[in-house]
């Protein structure tokens, strides 16, 4: 299948990799060239525009930060129309990218009114899971466009799950995401509680991994350094799932809140920590970095 692929960060490059060694002919453009080039130097075609990569394709996928850039793509803006506007043929139109339900909703209306097929698909998993091509893809859409979809998405990910109309998939990858910003900033918390009164938080860990307070953040992605490897807190909390992203998936869980008067006092609290995080330089750092609020607090 032709694929076209926009977007190669952290995400979309290994992504996109994952397509072509699955055998997919595979166009990419991005913003930064060295990420086109680092593909081109996997297999993939490569394109100096979003219109020369979708030229041809049957399926267009694109993984962006946020959900101003993916109406940009699609819908256009100041600087001219977006690619609904100019795209030949009938390929169906895959946003990975993580963003504002009514922002997806947007994008697939204006793909309906135009005869195409729109999928919204976050994703989880993170970059590891980006690679080793485990991701969880969480899709909005029609029915028949999410079987489409399928075989080109299992090519990615490992579990696909087809959540309901266009949005829900950025429905549930928040409200999912919402509960991962609790789960590691309470892990975190217990850590850092326990190594205070002179636990160690790696025997605190394997008490806590086969007791009820068992969860994904302590059982796979362990935020305290040293007891785990092959994990961001193993890299000086390099690589990974950026503080930056939780952050703003944290701040779309609170306005999907305000917009249905939904009580979200933990997630709220989350944000907030996730927040003073970023405020203090740790937006780039992977997520579980949280940790160093807590040691920080809890030094002697």
């Not at 309906?112 to 909005?140: K, M, N, Q």
């Not at 991994?209 to 362990?222: D, F, M």
Request: with cysteine.
């Amino acid at each position: 299948m032709q694929i076209a692929f926009i977007g190669l960060g952290n995400m979309g490059s290994p992504m996109a990799a994952n397509l072509i060694k699955a055998g997919h002919r595979v166009r990419v453009f991005d913003l930064v060239e060295s990420a086109v080039q680092a593909l081109k130097d996997e297999g993939a075609e490569t394109a100096t525009s979003a219109d020369e990569a979708v030229a041809g394709a049957e399926m267009v996928i694109s993984m962006l930060p946020a959900g101003r850039h993916v109406k940009a793509l699609y819908l256009g803006d100041e600087d001219g129309p977006g690619l609904l506007e100019r795209l030949k043929g009938q390929p169906l139109i895959i946003d990975a990218s993580t963003i504002e339900p009514d922002a997806a909703r947007a994008v697939g209306d204006a793909a309906a009114e135009r005869g195409y097929a729109f999928l919204d698909a976050p994703v989880s998993g993170g970059v590891g899971g980006a690679r080793a091509g485990t991701l969880t893809f969480i899709v909005g859409g029609e029915a028949s466009a999410f079987e489409t979809a399928r075989p080109v998405l299992e090519c990615m990910g490992r579990n696909i799950f087809h959540a309901g109309g266009v949005g829900a998939g950025q429905v549930a990858k928040i409200c999912n995401n919402m509960l991962l910003g609790i789960l590691m900033s309470g892990t975190a918390e217990a850590l850092a509680l326990g190594e205070s009164h002179g636990l160690d938080p790696a025997v605190l860990s394997d008490i806590m991994k086969q007791s009820s307070g068992g969860n994904w953040a302590l059982n796979v992605y362990n935020p305290w350094p040293g007891v785990m490897e092959n994990v961001p807190a193993a890299n000086e909390y390099q690589g990974g799932f950026l503080t930056d992203l939780m952050a703003k998936d944290l701040g779309l869980a609170w306005e999907l809140a305000l917009k249905s008067h939904s009580p979200v006092p933990m997630g709220g609290q989350a944000r907030n920590l996730f927040a003073l995080h970023v405020a203090q330089g740790s937006g780039r750092l992977d997520f579980s970095s949280i940790q160093r609020l807590y040691r920080s607090e809890t030094s002697h």
